[in-house]
Structure formats: C-alpha cells, structure tokens
C-alpha cells in the first residue's frame, strides 16, 4: 500500500511538473505592430501592410513559431479570408539578436487554430522554412508582409492577438496598429476611427 501510495505522489509531482512546462511564461515579451501604405502598381493588392514582430523569451528556448490570431467573434469563412489576404512565399524575414544571418517564414492560414496553445479560432501561423542558414534564437525581431485590395482599420486595444510557442512554453502579446477591414470583421477594430485614418494614409 506504502509503494502504491509513493507511486501516486511521484505521478502527481511529474503532472505538476507537465503542467507547469506548458504553462504561459509570464517573463516572456512578445509585441507587434501593423502599418500599412499604397502599393506599388502591380503589386498583389491595391495595400501593402508590413508587420513587425519582436519576441524576448527570457529563456534558453528559440522561437518555434508565432501565430496572429483572428478576432473570437469572427464571422469569416476560409474563402473570405483568402479573397481578401494574400501573401508571399517566404512571407516575412527575422533576425535573431546576436546571431547573424536571415531567418525566413512561411505563412499558414489555420482555419482551426493552433492547438498546442489551446487556441481554437482562425488564425495565421507563421513558421521558419529551410530557406536561411540560421534557426529562430530566444529573441529576435522581423519584418512579414502581406496584401489586401481593403483599406485599413485600427486596430483594438487591449488584446492578445500574438502568440508563440518555444520549447514546451508559449507566450502571448498585444497587436498594435491596423488591418485590412474584411466585411466579416475578422480583427476587431475601432471603425469609428476611419476618418483619421483615411486623412493620415491620403486614400
């Protein structure tokens, strides 16, 4: 009985353990902004919208992938999303602080989320491909860019749309700035804003 008994305590321990792993790291730093111009004649879209990413684990683990998520409440099907978002392959390029070298990222959209964060809604993945000759570090920052004939819309605060997974840990941070302003409202944003919008971009 004594034996079982240890059994049960060491299993609940290594649980623990799990859980703990998995849990969110709260000393992890994740941020992001959106900005977006006219774009050249021939480009994908009528709108160039240029996101940059900075990501601080605070950890011995690299970046596995990061992920900006589309609002809850979204109404968008995969074909609206697609109609109204294009990108590149790669769809952005990082450097990691301290290292030297590109590191280059494809863009996924993922109807279903992200599961190994607990995450069930729409959202687009980014994630290192075998372009580069270096791999993501615990910090570094990029540039990803993406097309949209919509205009676009500030975007809400606060949120947590940014999310990463490294090691066994994962993160989540605030989305500043503006996107393209999809008829399903994918990204909750402050259209009551728009007249400002429109006066700073000249559209």
Not at 116 to 123: E, K, N, Q, R, T
Request: with cysteine; net charge negative.
């Amino acid at each position: 009985m004594g034996a079982c008994k240890r059994h049960a305590s060491k299993f609940v321990f290594i649980v623990a353990l799990l859980v703990a792993a998995c849990a969110a790291a709260d000393d992890a730093l994740l941020h992001g902004t959106i900005m977006a111009s006219p774009a050249e004649p021939g480009a994908r879209g009528d709108w160039r919208y240029e996101m940059r990413v900075t990501w601080d684990n605070n950890s011995p683990f690299a970046l596995s992938h990061f992920n900006l998520k589309l609002d809850d409440g979204t109404n968008c099907t995969e074909g609206d999303i697609r109609s109204y978002l294009m990108w590149g392959s790669p769809a952005g390029e990082a450097h990691g602080f301290e290292v030297n070298g590109s590191i280059y990222f494809d863009a996924v959209l993922e109807m279903n989320g992200d599961p190994s964060l607990d995450i069930s809604v729409p959202l687009i993945k980014y994630e290192p491909n075998d372009m580069g000759d270096v791999r993501p570090g615990p910090s570094g920052t990029g540039v990803f860019v993406f097309w949209s004939d919509l205009p676009p819309w500030p975007i809400d605060r606060p949120n947590l749309l940014l999310s990463e997974k490294f090691g066994q840990e994962h993160s989540f941070g605030v989305m500043d700035g503006v996107f393209p302003a999809l008829p399903c409202n994918p990204i909750a944003t402050t259209r009551e804003s728009w007249g400002t919008v429109k006066v700073g971009y000249g559209r």
